[in-house]
């Protein structure tokens, strides 16, 4: 599915009759690479987990809280985020996300944040 909006609907559409308010499809796997709409409900959470060694989070629907030992950042539709330590995300009203995440980096290389990325 190239449609990023229409796959973003779909997987709220399922998180909304989901038991447990969220769905999730990785749309994209290339070596290492790895992009996944995530959709949650308001009011759902990830658990906190760990940041692959490098990833941003995009807000494509509503409004999401990044939560860690920062405190928490909310974020909303075309905010992107870096998270690089240990975090969740708690959706603020119901949801959609862009996750990118790399799974490998190459021994010595050391990934930046984007431009304008906002930092957890």
């Known amino acids: 599915m190239d449609d990023l909006d229409a796959l973003a609907r779909q997987q709220l559409d399922e998180a909304r009759t989901s038991a ?5 499809r990785l749309f994209l796997r290339d070596g290492p690479l790895r992009q996944t ?3 949650l409900v308001a009011g759902t959470e990830l658990d906190e987990h760990n940041a692959p060694p490098a990833a941003s989070l995009q807000v494509l629907h509503g409004r999401v809280r990044l939560t860690g030992a920062g405190g928490g ?7 992107v985020a870096d998270p690089r330590e240990r975090h969740g995300l ?6 959609a996300v862009l996750l990118t995440a790399v799974t490998e980096i ?7 944040a984007a431009a304008g990325a906002v930092r957890d």
């Open 106 to 112: 190459a021994a010595g290389a050391r990934p930046t």
């Open 20 to 24: 447990h308010g969220r769905s999730a």
């Open 73 to 79: 950042r909310e974020l909303a539709v075309g905010q």
């Open 90 to 95: 708690l959706a603020v009203e119901d949801s």
């Open 37 to 39: 709409v995530i959709a």
